[in-house]
């Protein structure tokens, strides 16, 4: 599939593109009392691969039905490509491409059928769109399975022809909300390489997830979310480096004895920076050198039940920044 | 933006009708068996069937009663296909498969889905009736050619009467259970109610009202109007602005409910 990246320059020359994408301010969105989204700045410039990370429930999922063009704000504002919401939902919505939460697709119609369709409501015509529906089916490995009916097919699959559905404008932004939610772990890692390419071919790429690995394999940047509020900002990297060490000792003791185990292991850190966190069933070490940490565990008398050295991830830095896990 | 055309409403209603036509497709046996079985069974069974028996029995109507009843067995029909189309369609559009959510995210507006599957079903009932007018004309029941004017008669009052449930299918949350309220209580009833077998005068006074409420009995009224003659010029304009007004006033609501809906 060569159409996105084509487009990307296309537009560069015929109008003067918005160097932000996406740009928002003190933007809001409540729900009667309740605050969903409450005062976040956000700017996604053209070919950056932005995401929204955070347990469910942040904010995340308002936060891109706002963008989609699909919700009203509350307050606050917010420019897509360059244009207002309000005034030019339809213009708008018509270089975005949208990946819901939930499938919307028509089971009862084939897969082709479902491509065709959505371009029509684009106002595409029947000889552009042969074409182009032929690329995204070869790009969402559905070749195969074009005129079969879209019931049958695995969840997978329709996750694919969903994605293939919302690139059938040449979006200039792709909005992907828990794309790869409810998927099993081939299914993810199939959808994450199709993701991947389109990042490559420069497509602006906007997602929320609640999975570490999915934001930090496909974010160039990305924000982290609670309760409708972004708490830390920046690459995977930088929020690693920033609010996190650089390993992690997990040490997992009998069940209850965990928290007396962490209390105990906090003595013997020496640095301020590290520190242990004590979940329910097992005890995490913050700490600079993790094989280290563990060899002063058993110095001092502690026998956990099994325990490992990693790196550290996105979920510390979540774990850090609110207290709670990323997935309850 | 090279393949994508600048938005036009008009087509945008069209685009919303053609994914119906794709849809459609696919439930064309169900769609067949109603548009020409549904006319079969009713011009046999009552228009003929009980018609010969009114006939024997001083008939006091002025022509045969399959002249007099078919038209508005017609309205009826288009409008009780009608409703079910902007009742559970609607309804699974918004909740159970979720296309209007899926049309939100494209160019296309609340308004404009909304009125693309109203128009789907108009186009629907107007090729329902021209079916049903075809089988009534088979069997005897026309006498004169102004009877072309059921089919847009029974269109106009399907769809004053479908606006009105697509509004209630936008609002509705729950699994559709009121729908069979809709149809138990109110379809059915105006079928009975509404001077589809004989002149409301016939009914006593409570019963003539629900005849005038309904907008059925309008639709009936100028379609018989249309087969039989003798109805007069102010009442055709009171009919038609009666049916116009439900129709506009269900088209309004169903918009704005469309748009609260599909912006949660």
Not at chain 2, 20 to 37: A, D, N, P, T
Not at chain 2, 113 to 132: E, H, T
């Amino acid at each position: 599939m060569v159409a996105p990246s084509s487009r990307a320059v296309a537009d560069v020359t015929s109008s003067p593109a918005p160097d932000l994408l996406i740009e928002a301010h003190g933007l809001t969105k409540t729900f009667g009392d309740f605050t969903a989204v409450d005062g976040i700045d956000v700017a996604v410039p053209r070919g950056e691969a932005f995401g929204f990370l955070g347990p469910n429930g942040a904010g995340k999922s308002s936060t891109m039905r706002m963008i989609a063009c699909v919700a009203p704000i509350t307050s606050g504002s917010l420019r897509i490509l360059g244009m207002d919401p309000v005034s030019q939902g339809p213009r708008i919505r018509a270089r975005l491409g949208v990946v819901p939460q939930q499938d919307t697709l028509d089971l009862e119609l084939t897969v082709r059928e479902n491509l065709y369709i959505y371009g029509r409501y684009f106002g595409m015509s029947r000889a552009a769109l042969r074409p182009k529906i032929d690329d995204l089916l070869d790009f969402a490995q559905l070749t195969e399975r074009a005129d079969a009916k879209v019931e049958p097919l695995s969840g997978g699959m329709k996750r694919r022809l969903t994605i293939a559905r919302s690139l059938i404008n040449d979006p200039d932004i792709l909005l992907l909300d828990e794309p790869t939610t409810g998927l099993d772990p081939q299914a993810r890692h199939v959808l994450w390489d199709r993701l991947y390419r389109l990042k490559q071919q420069g497509v602006t790429l906007v997602l929320t997830t609640h999975y570490m690995d999915e934001a930090e394999q496909l974010c160039d940047r990305l924000v982290v979310m609670d309760a409708g509020r972004i708490v830390a900002e920046g690459s995977p990297q930088q929020l690693i480096v920033a609010h996190s060490t650089r390993e992690v000792a997990e040490l997992r003791f009998a069940p209850g004895e965990n928290a007396a185990a962490a209390e105990r292991i906090g003595g013997l850190l020496d640095d301020a920076r590290e520190r242990a966190e004590v979940l329910p069933d097992r005890v995490l070490l913050y700490v600079a050198d993790g094989e280290r940490a563990l060899a002063r565990a058993h110095e001092a008398g502690l026998s956990p039940i099994s325990s490992l050295v990693r790196r550290s991830t996105l979920e510390d830095v979540f774990l850090r920044l609110t207290g709670r896990s990323l997935i309850d | 933006m090279s393949a994508v055309a600048a938005p036009a409403s008009r087509s945008h209603l069209w685009q919303v009708v053609e994914y119906q036509l794709y849809v459609g497709r696919r439930i064309w046996r169900s769609m067949f068996i109603v548009g020409v079985f549904t006319p079969l069974a009713y011009v046999l069974s009552l228009g003929i069937g009980l018609g010969t028996v009114v006939n024997n029995h001083g008939n006091s109507l002025g022509v045969p009663y399959l002249v007099y009843v078919a038209p508005a067995f017609l309205t009826a029909a288009a409008l009780q296909i009608a409703a079910a189309d902007a009742a559970y369609p609607i309804m699974a559009g918004f909740k159970w498969i979720r296309t209007f959510h899926g049309m939100a995210a494209t160019p296309l507006t609340p308004a404009q889905i909304c009125d693309g599957q109203l128009m789907w079903v108009a186009l629907r009932i107007f090729a329902n009736s021209v079916v049903y007018l075809a089988i009534m004309a088979a069997f005897g029941g026309t006498e004169r050619w102004w009877v072309v004017l059921c089919v847009p008669i029974a269109t106009l009052t399907a769809m004053a009467f479908a606006a009105p449930v697509a509004a209630i299918a936008a609002i509705m949350e729950n699994e559709g259970n009121g729908f069979n309220m809709l149809f138990r209580f109110i379809v059915t009833p105006m079928f009975l109610f509404s001077g589809t077998f004989y002149p409301v005068s016939e009914l006593p006074e409570w019963g003539r009202w629900l005849a005038y409420i309904s907008p059925l009995w309008h639709g009936t009224e100028l379609a018989r109007g249309s087969a039989i003659g003798h109805i007069g010029g102010l009442a055709v304009l009171g009919h038609l602005a009666y049916l116009l007004l439900w129709f506009v006033v269900g088209l309004v609501v169903a918009r704005w409910r469309f748009g609260v809906r599909l912006s949660k």
